[in-house]
């Protein structure tokens, strides 16, 4: 116990560093990102944009099957799938705020409250693929609608028949404008009429870090779900789609003792996890109290957005539901 607490300490440092903003071209990046390749022995380089010299090599892990994310200058590398806590990866696989694992199916082609709190609303689309031989889809987090204040930010996947890793797939629009970002890292775009927000990339193509100062950050990163994927899983995935998600981490700050959400409710004071957390794939049922009528409705049966902060002292416990959609 005391090892794995270690290592998720150590994993939790490695994480604060890569969600730091990217620093100026004058000095060496923080955050390197790769394209595993299928020779194991490839190895990518932590340069130093100021001198120009190699600082360390690495190879990526063989876990990250889409992108290897390197810490510089230490060439550290991780996958964005071990941030923690507030991660969503795959199949929707989500890391609460305790530090548990939970999958979160819903259903394609709907919309499902994520958190949910006083001024802060995310919500999720989900594509999919059925499969027969089970009662549900197969599912993945195609796009967010996040509103806060009287803004909307968008942040997807686009649709894509066939992957091209060096095409850019992210979509990113706020308040309706389709939003632009130079292809480089370290490109940054913050609207005037919210200079709190950012989006930077940190990576050439196909994954930012979104954040609302003092609020969250959200890291997002474009991938597809490959032949080798389909295969394994039973996808069942065609060639006229490749399913392009997101895979994210979140990190947010100041949320109100009454949030809720799918990941949101993880973050409550009096939360309590009824799951049974050894099991290989816990599930969070109940998803008609998340499910919301489009991308930026706040009308899930858990909505808090546009509340007062509610005080909830001795009330009863918010439990998860462990069950199938």
């Known amino acids: 116990m005391a090892s794995t607490t270690v290592m998720r300490l150590v994993l939790v440092m490695v994480c604060l560093a890569a969600f730091a903003v990217v620093q100026s071209a004058s000095q060496a990046p923080r955050l390197a990102v790769a394209t595993p390749s299928k020779n194991k022995n490839t190895q990518h380089k932590c340069t130093n944009t100021r001198t120009n010299k190699t600082t360390c090599t690495a190879s990526c892990n063989n876990r990250c099957p889409h992108k290897c994310l390197i810490h510089c200058p230490s060439c550290k590398t991780f996958c964005l799938c071990d941030f923690y806590p507030g991660v969503s990866c795959g199949d929707p696989r989500f890391t609460g705020a305790d530090g548990n694992n939970f999958y979160f199916h819903g259903k394609k082609d709907q919309d499902f409250c994520i958190l949910s709190d006083a001024n802060l609303h995310i919500n999720a689309h989900f594509i999919g693929k059925r499969n027969p031989a089970m009662s549900r889809d197969f599912t993945w987090i195609q796009a967010l609608g996040i509103r806060f204040a009287h803004h909307r930010l968008y942040v997807g996947a686009a649709r894509t028949a066939k992957w091209d890793a060096a095409a850019d797939h992210l979509t990113i629009a706020f308040d309706d404008e389709d ?12 609207p005037p009429t919210a200079p709190a927000l950012s989006v930077t990339r940190t990576a050439q193509v196909n994954t930012v870090v979104v954040e609302l100062r003092g609020v969250f950050r959200i ?10 994927d389909s295969r394994i899983h039973n996808y069942g995935v065609t060639d006229d789609d490749s399913l392009a998600h997101l895979d994210l981490g979140f990190k947010f700050h100041d949320l109100t003792d009454d949030v809720h959400g799918v990941l949101g409710q993880t973050y409550r004071p009096d939360y309590v996890n009824k799951l049974d957390v050894k099991s290989n794939m816990p599930v969070m049922g109940g998803a008609p109290d998340y499910l919301s009528s489009d991308l930026f409705s706040t009308d899930c049966a858990v909505a808090r957005f546009g509340r007062r902060p509610a005080t909830i002292g001795g009330g009863p416990a918010i439990e998860m539901v462990t069950g199938t959609e």
Not at 179 to 190: F, I, K, M
Not at 219 to 228: G, H
């Open 179 to 190: 939003v632009e970002l130079p292809r480089s890292v370290g490109a940054r775009w913050a």
């Open 219 to 228: 890291m997002a990163n474009v991938v597809p779900i490959t032949a080798e």
